[in-house]
Each structure stands twice: as structure tokens, then as C-alpha cells.
């Protein structure tokens, strides 16, 4: 299916691990809704370790069902010029710079959320890399690494650059996934940035997305993250004004079933696969109403003939679809 250009603009979140060129295209072959995609950050390398490989799950002939947007982590202002070059090669208008990683291993390095309390060093940065990109640059970033203020020192810096969007998930690192996402903050940030800001953070249903548009009617798009892995109609049913949609289960079905078999031969190992879909399984079985049976079937599974039996067995007993 190919995108869908109706109001309001939605865009897949990136979930490294999760929504890669074969989970996109799959996705996007099943289900409307979505204009784009941001895709999982690649990181910054030094210039001499730059492979194919780093670059090689957002080549536009892997990427031909749903448009894509790179995203990059790192703050040495060299490297991301080197990659982000080399991304801007390949075809792309824009890369996506990683202000919002809230993993440890990161932010000690002050890359992703670890940067947001050092605005000196966003500043230059920024200052060094938008002299030196031949294409756009948007950001994605969280409310601060420690305090839901930091922000507020960037905003001002921020707007100073010709972004094109900034994306916000109005969390902290500190709260990772954790607690309610800030609204009044994402207000706040709202009103003091003159750029156009994408809202970013739990939405999981239709009536949840109208609230949070009713709320910020000048927000330029939303981006939708778990809440689409956990119902892939969700999009959709967004776009559409709520459409009854009947045949949940089989259309999903068979979303799964060609998702399964593209991994199985993408995949080294039936380690691999097995890990990949227990993955998978925690988001997708929030959709049924037995789901949380199966998360702990599945769960339990340490070899692919088992899995395979669990979730073929969960279908052939017709599961209900939760909403
Ligand atoms: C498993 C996982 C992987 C993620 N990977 C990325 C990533 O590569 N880049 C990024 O900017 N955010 C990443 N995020 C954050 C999401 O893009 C998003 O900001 C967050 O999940 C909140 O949105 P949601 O509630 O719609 O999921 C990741 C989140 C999860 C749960």
C-alpha cells in the first residue's frame, strides 16, 4: 500500500530492533495509515570505519514501500558530517539527529539523551555540522536527560538553526518508557519554538490521538511508536475517523505470517528468529484479548518447533481482536 497523504501526517517511530526495512515494508504492505517512517538510528563511526554494512537497511531499494528518513546518534561533529553525506548519496533529503537514546551505555558517552544538558555543546554542534550538510536536518529529542526543564535551555539555541521539524517525546531518560509523558512541558516547548514540532510519546488508540490533537492543534505530525505494533490499525483507523474494519484477526495473520517468513530467510540462525518474534510478541499480543497467555506461552518457548506450535495453535483457536 503506499502511503497515505491524508491529514492528520503520521509517521512510524523508530523502535531499534523492531521497525527495520523488512518490518516497514511488511507493515506497510498490510496496513494504511502511516506517511513515513523515521528509521532506528545508525551511529556515528569514524571516518575510516565506515562499511556498507552500517548503511545497508536503509537503502532506497530495501525501502520501497513506506518513504524513510535516516536517523543518526552521535556527537562527534566530523562523523555525523561523514555519514550524514553519505546518507544524503544515497537519495535522502534529510537526516535525523538522535537527541532522545536514554540507555546508559550512551548517555555516559553524552550521545543521544546525554546530551540534552550540555547546550554549549549542541550549539557547536550544530553550528559546525549545518555549515557542512548538503541536506536538512530535523531532531528527535526527549525533555531533558535528568530534569524535564533541560530543554528549555535548547529551545532558544534550537531556534537560532534551520531545523525542518523537532520531534519531541516529552520525557526524561531517567523515566525510559516509564510514567505519563509531560503534556503542559510539551506545551511549553511548543510555545517557545518557532520550528514545526512533531508530538511523539503513548499514543495507543483513536480517542487518546484526538484528545492530544484537540489539545495541540499546532503540532505538524504525530509519531506513533508502540501503539502501532500493538495494533497495526491504529493508524489507519486515525486517518479514516474510526471505520469499522472487519477481519482483524486474519488480515493480522497474515501480516505475521509474511513478516515470520521474510525474517526466516533474512535471519542467521533459528536463534535468532526465535528472539526476534519473542520480541515481536510482547507488542502484538496486547491486540488480543487473551494476549497476555500467549506473551507468557511464547515467553516459554526456547525452540523454534515450539514456537512455531504455540502461535499456530493461538490462531486455529480464533482469538478475539481487544477492541
Ligand atoms: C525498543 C525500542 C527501540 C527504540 N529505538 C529508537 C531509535 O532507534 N531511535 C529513536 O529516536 N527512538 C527510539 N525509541 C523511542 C521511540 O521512537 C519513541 O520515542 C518511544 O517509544 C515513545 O513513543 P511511543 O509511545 O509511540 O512508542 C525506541 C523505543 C523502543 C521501545
Not at 38 to 65: G, I, S, W
Not at 163 to 183: F, N, S
Not at 195 to 223: C, K, S, T
Request: glycine share 8%; proline share 7%; hydrophobic share 40%.
Amino acid at each position: 500500500m503506499s502511503p497515505d497523504y491524508r491529514t492528520p501526517r503520521l509517521i512510524l517511530a523508530p523502535l531499534k530492533g523492531f521497525t527495520d526495512a523488512v518490518f516497514r515494508n511488511t507493515f506497510a504492505e498490510h496496513f494504511d495509515g502511516f506517511d513515513g517512517a523515521l528509521a532506528p538510528f545508525v551511529t556515528t563511526v569514524a571516518v575510516d570505519r565506515l562499511t556498507e554494512k552500517h548503511v545497508q537497511d536503509l537503502l532506497l531499494h530495501r525501502n520501497t514501500r513506506m518513504p524513510i528518513e535516516p536517523q543518526i546518534l552521535g556527537n562527534n561533529a566530523d562523523d555525523f558530517i561523514f555519514l550524514a553525506r553519505r546518507l544524503f548519496e544515497m537519495g535522502y533529503a534529510e537526516v535525523n539527529w538522535n537527541l532522545g537514546c536514554p540507555f546508559r551505555p550512551v548517555t555516559k558517552k553524552r550521545r543521544g539523551s546525554g546530551l540534552l544538558p550540555f547546550p554549549e555543546q549542541v550549539d557547536e554542534f550544530l553550528d559546525k555540522t549545518l555549515r557542512a550538510l548538503p541536506g536538512r536536518l530535523t531532531i528527535k529529542m526527549r525533555l531533558g536527560r535528568n530534569r524535564s526543564d533541560e530543554i528549555f535551555k535548547l529551545l532558544p539555541i534550537l531556534d537560532r538553526y534551520p531545523l525542518k521539524t523537532i520531534t519531541i517525546h516529552p520525557r526524561t531518560a531517567r523515566q525510559m518508557y516509564g510514567g505519563a509523558p509531560d503534556l503542559d512541558a510539551f506545551q511549553a516547548c511548543l510555545d517557545q519554538s518557532r520550528h514545526p514540532i512533531i508530538y511523539n510519546g503513548d499514543i495507543a488508540d483513536r480517542q487518546g490521538f484526538l484528545a492530544l490533537e484537540a489539545r495541540f492543534p499546532r503540532v505538524a505530525a504525530w509519531m506513533i511508536g508502540r501503539g502501532a505494533l500493538s495494533n497495526p490499525f491504529l493508524p489507519a483507523a486515525i486517518k479514516n475517523g474510526g471505520e469499522v474494519v472487519s477481519g482483524k484477526v486474519l488480515k493480522f495473520k497474515s501480516f505475521y505470517e509474511v513478516l515470520f517468513a521474510r525474517y526466516q530467510e533474512r535471519l542467521c540462525g533459528p536463534g535468532h528468529l526465535l528472539d526476534r518474534m519473542k520480541g515481536f510478541w510482547k507488542y502484538f499480543a496486547a491486540a488480543f484479548k487473551n494476549g497476555q497467555v500467549l506473551e507468557r506461552q511464547i515467553n516459554h518457548t526456547f525452540k523454534l518447533p515450539n514456537y512455531l506450535e504455540t502461535v499456530e495453535r493461538f490462531f486455529r483457536e480464533e482469538p478475539d481482536w481487544r477492541d
